[in-house]
């Protein structure tokens, strides 16, 4: 194994966020805002500021997810490396912090590769050179780019090692059920045969536990959801005035998911990169589904997308799930 500290150097491929991001935000912002109802795509939450913003929220009383994935990890991290194992070239969707990612990696025999990929750029820089340190003995290859579309490893100089994808904190849940199953089909071709995921999944459960961790007292939520806004303004030299709207996610159990808004004050007119926008009060821009499965539910989700499950972990509270899926056998 290559203990070369440009290991962990960012690989951006040949279309790649910091080249594209851009155009495409601006394209994406305008046409969701012009859209009905109004949305922004949730992955424009995740600036520098707003990762940061994520990573206070992920420590918040209410904010149950976190910890209880985390519980999870250091109960059952062993069975779960042994479902991975030996010798796994372990492909993670979205980093954030890295500190479940160094808490499975641990309990792994001998993985021969990581590849966290990440439209984050500064944090997946940040987070990778973290595990880099604690791991000399992996090859690290941090890919910045959106895992929704990616499907070409950088070299590792492992091409026959089996492939698994981590892909943690339920951020599956910000897929529409199509969406996802599309994403997990993408990641069974990514992993070919004898591959395998191990994947977070948020459950559902009382809607007023749902609905306080995405409405905390302390407003860390508010703000993170509002710092879209502010991105939109300093990126694109739009007019929002972020305190002429309010956070707002409630539970909606018809479709099974907290719908994240910023709810317009007052009606109100805004520009965003050279074109007019029109808010009544009362409007909502739409910045967020976070959907929760049961687990009849998950399994549904994975009929048809090329893996199957093979063994699941639950906290005493049934509040989240960790699932082992393989890829099916052709």
Known sequence: MSSNPADSAVIFPAHHPERDSVGDFRADVLKGLSARPKTLPSKYLYDEIGSGLFEKICELPEYYLTRTELKLLRRHGAEMAAMIGRDCLLIEYGIGSGLKTRLLLGHLTDPVAYVPVDVAHPQLRESAATIRRDFPHIVVRPVC???????????????????????????????????????????????????????????????????????????????????????VNRELQATFRPDQFWHYAPYNPRHGRVEMHLVSRSDQQVQVAGENFSLAEGESICTEYCHKYSLRDLHELTRGTGFTIERTWLDENKYFSVSYLAVRRR
């Open 145 to 231: 780019a959106d895992f929704t579309t990616f499907s070409r490893l950088p070299d590792v100089g492992a091409s026959s090692a089996r492939r698994v994808v981590y892909f943690p904190g339920s951020t599956i849940g910000n897929f529409t059920r199509p969406e996802a199953r599309q994403l997990l089909a993408r990641a069974a071709l990514l992993c070919g045969p004898n591959g395998g995921l191990l994947l977070g999944v948020d459950l559902k459960k009382h809607p007023q536990i749902l609905e306080k961790a995405y409405n905390d007292r302390q407003s860390v939520t508010a703000a993170f959801n509002l710092n879209a806004l502010a991105r």
